[in-house]
Nanobody, 128 residues
Framework: QVQLVESGGGLVQPGGSLRLSCAAS????????IGWFRQAPGKEREAVSC????????YYADSVKGRFTISRDNAKNTVYLQMNSLKHEDTAVYYC?????????????????????WGQGTQVTVSS
């Protein structure tokens, strides 16, 4: 069955870096755009970044633009989110998800309802 497993979260000081991984199985990875989302306590889930299935198009929320970089390794069925210059407000549970239907996201802002299978999330805490 479809499975997404996030890893790489942890506790980091402001200004620090983390690299999140989203390992996928159970579906044709190459066909899907993969998005990263996050949810802070008491807040709604929000889109962070996304990478397309086809031409490598990417999207970044304004709040992370210039600090986060998304990439994918189709040979390893894995998407990465490199997070630099982390801020307190980046503290959240980070989730990855696949677009639905496969390949439907090709660019532009993300609509959470357009993303289907979700991982269990990985906690990122930015604190001194």
């Amino acid at each position: 069955q479809v499975q997404l497993v996030e890893s790489g979260g942890g506790l980091v000081q402001p200004g620090g870096s983390l690299r999140l991984s989203c390992a996928a199985s159970g579906f044709t990875f190459d066909y899907h755009a993969i998005g990263w989302f996050r949810q802070a306590p008491g807040k709604e889930r929000e889109a962070v970044s996304c990478i397309s299935s086809s031409d490598g198009s990417t999207y970044y929320a304004d709040s992370v633009k210039g600090r986060f970089t998304i990439s994918r390794d189709n040979a390893k069925n894995t998407v990465y989110l490199q997070m630099n210059s982390l801020k307190h407000e980046d503290t959240a549970v980070y989730y990855c998800a696949t677009d639905r239907p496969a390949g439907s996201w090709t660019g532009g802002p993300l609509v959470i309802a357009d993303f289907g299978s979700w991982g269990q999330g990985t906690q990122v805490t930015v604190s001194s």
